[in-house]
């Protein structure tokens, strides 16, 4: 049996990744992944750009902004695939952001179901419309008549 290529076509890639050639051109452009140029002037990819691909493609569904992926991901060794502990690493640093999110959207939820029945959308007193407002802490509903 034939061993894989070590390098993937653009097209093969996107395949492979489950993602529009489009967006392998715009990552590469923010410098997510990289490709060498064949003596055709093709991109090729080596084959563990299939692991960031996956990564990237979590990280964006669960909503981490591309800078702070572009960040990961250039923590990540170059010269060698990353290995287990690299990517453990990562998802670590990932881990805290997302706790940090999650207890944000958490917070938003329940100020939600406090302005449910309110309406008012006070720039003064809205938690959801003025997340600063120190009087959204005495509770819900307008502080200012
Ligand atoms: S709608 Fe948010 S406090 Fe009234």
Redesign the pocket.
Known sequence: MASPPKELGVGELAERAGVAVSALHFYEAKGLIHSVRSSGNQRRYARSVLRRLAVIKVAQRVGLPLAAIAQALDALPSGRTPTVADWRRLSAAWKLELDERIKTLTQLRDQLD??IG?????LR?????NAQDTLAQEG???HFR
């Open positions: 406090g302005c309110c309406g008012c959308l006070s007193a809205c938690p959801l419309r819900a509903g307008p």
